[in-house]
């Protein structure tokens, strides 16, 4: 069965600082990968996903993540972090092939310090 | 465009009762899934249906069902309530093609406290 597990229940940034949000992934094979963000203003957003191709995966609001297989590993970044990114993200996992159910982590609440 | 639409945004029901919950997609999006987020459990994934039929099913008793209508508008459905059934039920809309342009949409939720 696939799971995903974020270590950081919570990261605190200041604004302008760089971002890191780990996640880990377990799959047998190649997973659909996803990053999602919940805010009370916006509700739940897709940030970005990989299905395949390019393991460096670019995202709205400035957000990239990385796929590693090696490290099973599909970690979120941004270069310089904003007050509004103040939310949870979740990473969550899905099986390729026909049976696409997704797996969700439970969460890191980003506080962003001015 | 129109974004994704749930109705209604707020349910109070009691135990026993059944429930039904709609989302509206976005226009041409042919999937809809639904997604259930309780503080205990967090998100997980109910259903998706695409073009009518029920492509994938989360690991849900059989008190949760949902349909699609051939305009692509969803319902689901709760029977029996039970008082951890109290959430909030998310259902997102996408093509339905899993390509990488392929992105997901969510509505606003629908809030279901059972007591």
């Known amino acids: 069965a696939q799971s995903v597990t974020q270590p950081d229940i919570h990261i605190t940034v200041s604004e302008g600082a760089s971002l890191e949000l780990r996640c880990n992934y377990s799959?047998?094979?190649?997973?659909?990968l996803f990053w999602y963000v919940q805010s009370p203003g916006q509700g739940l957003q897709l940030l970005l996903k990989y299905f395949s191709g390019d393991t460096l995966v670019q995202g709205i609001k400035g957000f990239e993540a990385e796929f590693k297989r090696s490290q099973s590993s599909f970690n979120l970044r941004k270069p310089s972090v904003h007050w509004s990114d103040a939310a949870e993200y979740f990473c969550?996992?899905?099986?390729?092939?026909?049976?696409?159910?997704?797996?969700f982590g439970r969460g890191t609440s980003l506080i962003v310090h001015p | 465009k129109a974004g994704v639409t749930q109705t209604p945004r707020y349910l109070i029901k009691t135990r026993g009762q059944q429930v039904t919950l709609s989302c509206s997609p976005i226009?041409?999006?042919?999937?809809v899934s639904w997604y259930q987020q309780t503080p205990g459990q967090g998100l997980q994934f109910l259903f998706e249906?695409?073009?009518?039929?029920?492509?994938n099913k989360g690991n849900f008793p059989g008190r949760f069902s949902g349909r699609q209508f051939s305009n692509s508008r969803s319902e689901m459905n709760v029977s029996t309530l039970e008082l951890g059934d109290s959430a909030l039920y998310l259902c997102?809309?996408?093509?339905?093609?899993?390509?990488?342009?392929?992105?997901?949409?969510f509505g606003p939720g629908t809030r279901l406290t059972v007591l």
């Open positions: 997102a809309s996408t093509s339905g093609t899993r390509g990488n342009t392929d992105t997901q949409y």
């Open positions: 249906y695409f073009s009518e039929t029920q492509r």
């Open positions: 226009s041409g999006h042919r999937s």
């Open positions: 799959y047998g094979a190649t997973p659909y």
């Open positions: 969550a996992v899905g099986a390729s092939g026909g049976s696409y159910i997704p797996t």
